[in-house]
């Protein structure tokens, strides 16, 4: 129950701070950049971990492909949303339905692995948590901030893609349940892989003039931190349950 209600909780602020301060378009980005050094470090020291020391009998490592690739065409219907590429794009440029699709998938297949999650507070949970916070903050910007959106009553399918995409994980928990356990390493491989990319383009989008970007790396540097905190504590944390 905490972990469905962190979740949802994180797309509905996200998508308030959007509305309320979407302009700022520095925010967004600074917001992304921190998330991305958080994910790629919680991909590093704790999905990939536990995928490669499944024992499966077969590599993993072409599901972690597969997550790659499947976040590419993804981004096909997102028109890059996740990387915070909407002031690339005209409005009409994006489908409110593709990019309703693309999204829920998305977060439906990070849902997923959480159905066998041990701890409450998993580093992979608040991966996700802390990865919903700034795209639901674009979302939040995108949707409602537009010319044709009124400040006051927002439009049925604005309002709908923000449930959808607040429900999606928690039903892709919901539908975890119903797996075999087993397959767990798999699908922790293919989020992997969406993890990976989607931070990987984040982080290393070139500066313009390739100039050294001291906030950006300044950012990067503390999601990175902030995820090794929290591997360490649930560490402990674990290693404190297991005596």
Same mark, same amino acid.
């Given at each position: 129950?905490?972990?469905?209600? =962190?979740?949802?909780?994180? &797309?509905?602020? *996200? &998508? ?15 917001? %992304? ?16 971990? @536990?995928?490669?020391?499944? $024992? ?14 499947? @976040?590419?065409?993804? $981004? ?5 949303? $996740? ?26 297949? +990070?849902?997923?692995? %959480?159905?066998? $999650? ?53 039903? *892709?928990?919901? %539908? ?7 397959? @767990? ?7 992997? *892989?969406?993890? %990976? ?7 290393? +989008? ?12 300044? =950012? ?24």
């Amino acid at each position: 129950m905490i972990t469905v209600l =962190l979740l949802i909780l994180s &797309v509905i602020t *996200g &998508v308030f701070l959007g509305k309320h301060f979407g302009k700022k378009e520095k925010l967004a980005k600074n917001l %992304l950049i921190l998330s991305a050094g958080f994910l790629i470090t919680i991909c590093l020291n704790e999905v990939f971990p @536990q995928v490669y020391t499944a $024992e499966t009998g077969s590599s993993l490592g072409i599901f972690v492909i597969a997550g790659v690739l499947l @976040q590419m065409i993804l $981004e096909a219907l997102t028109k890059g949303f $996740e990387h915070g590429h909407v002031h690339h794009h005209s409005e009409h440029n994006i489908l409110p339905v593709a990019l309703m699709a693309g999204l829920f998938v998305h977060a439906f297949i +990070e849902g997923i692995p %959480l159905a066998n $999650e041990e701890h409450e507070f998993s580093p992979y949970l608040l991966g996700i948590v802390f990865h919903n916070l700034p795209i639901s903050f674009i979302l939040g910007a995108f949707l409602f901030n537009r010319k044709n959106e009124s400040r006051s009553t927002p439009s049925y399918p604005s309002l709908l893609i923000v449930i959808l995409f607040a429900l999606a994980s928690p039903m *892709g928990m919901l %539908l975890g349940n119903y797996f075999n356990p087993d397959l @767990q390493p798999y699908f922790l491989a293919v989020v992997g *892989g969406i993890f %990976l990319h989607i931070s990987s383009v984040i982080i290393f +989008e070139s500066n313009k003039n390739h100039n050294i970007d001291w906030t950006k790396i300044g =950012l990067v540097i503390v999601g990175v931190s902030l995820a090794l905190v929290m591997h360490l504590f649930h560490d402990h944390s674990a290693v404190g349950h297991h005596h």
